[in-house]
């Protein structure tokens, strides 16, 4: 029996003789099938060819990585609390070396995943380091390996230690959320919940990043308003380096304007205003 691992976006599945015959993650709107074709692996296979790879994101806070890159190429975060340990989202890889040093480091107190490309292998995380792994009740049936130590979540907000609250914003996902910490004029860790975009200096809304699939313009501000309540300067998206150093409040305000005229036809009235204006 094994718990096999797609290939493609890094999800474990629960324990069986043989792999799926597809991967639920993948064949979703969301994500896409390997153009290949569907390919497995395990945690154990893994671990032979591939390692983590560390490297500091903020203060307090430290990046965790594969390499080779496997699935989506996810990166997770510790973040350092005054109660404790916690690692926002995952990936599918915990070498032994590393599993050392968080260890030394004090363990984890929990997990908490912001939406399922980045469950991975939570459950081996979880049993690893004994710990909880918290989901939103909105993505139930995205959970491909159950487990006892999922916790599904159904509340707006959920305090997890005495500095960090889980926060239901929806949106890419039903149950998305994002984690803030309410450190050093506070920060948020947003998946792709609020998708950092390359400037560092706006956000983005997807329903499907890979596909270009848009959410709607209600949604998105939807999705705004559960985190106005919160005070934040800095935001951790979800890719290595994606960190809005500042203002990050006013960053998902104006990105939330930008995307609404945008998508309301703002930029082809515009184009329209420049080419009557020439005489065209
Ligand atoms: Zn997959
Ligand atoms: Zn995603």
């Known amino acids: 029996m094994e718990c096999y691992i797609c290939t493609q976006c890094g999800t474990q599945y629960a324990e069986a003789e043989r792999p799926p ?125 159950p487990d006892p130590s999922v916790r599904f979540w159904e509340e707006e907000t959920l305090k997890l230690s005495s500095g960090m609250t889980l926060i239901h914003c929806g949106g890419h996902f039903p149950g998305s959320a994002v984690l803030y910490h309410n450190r050093d004029g506070g920060e948020i860790f947003t998946g792709d919940t609020f998708h950092v975009n390359p400037d560092r200096r706006t956000v983005g809304w997807m329903y499907s990043f890979p596909n270009y699939i848009p959410i709607s313009a209600a949604t ?41 005229a945008a998508i309301e036809g703002k930029y082809e009235r515009q184009e329209e205003a420049k080419r009557i204006s020439r005489g065209a």
């Open 21 to 145: 015959e597809t991967c639920q993650i993948c064949n979703d709107e969301r994500q896409y099938v390997n153009p290949q074709g569907q390919q497995w692996t395990t945690h154990a296979r893994l671990k032979r060819a591939h390692r983590n790879t560390v490297r500091a994101q903020g203060a307090g806070v430290t990046g965790i990585g594969v390499e080779p890159l496997v699935g989506i190429g996810q990166r997770a975060l510790l973040i350092r609390g005054v109660d404790g340990n916690v690692l926002w989202d995952c990936v599918p890889l915990l070498d032994d070396g590393l599993a050392e040093l968080i260890q030394a480091a004090g363990g984890l107190r929990a997990i908490a995943v912001s939406h399922p490309h980045f469950h991975t292998s939570m459950v081996d995380w979880a049993h690893r380091f004994g710990c909880p792994v918290y989901i939103h009740a909105g993505n139930r049936q995205w959970v491909m390996r």
């Open 220 to 260: 998105v501000e939807r999705v705004v308003r559960a985190v106005e309540p919160f005070e934040f300067r800095r935001i951790y998206g979800q890719w290595w380096d994606t960190v809005v150093a500042d203002d990050g409040k006013d960053c998902i305000r104006r990105s939330a304007e930008r995307y609404v």
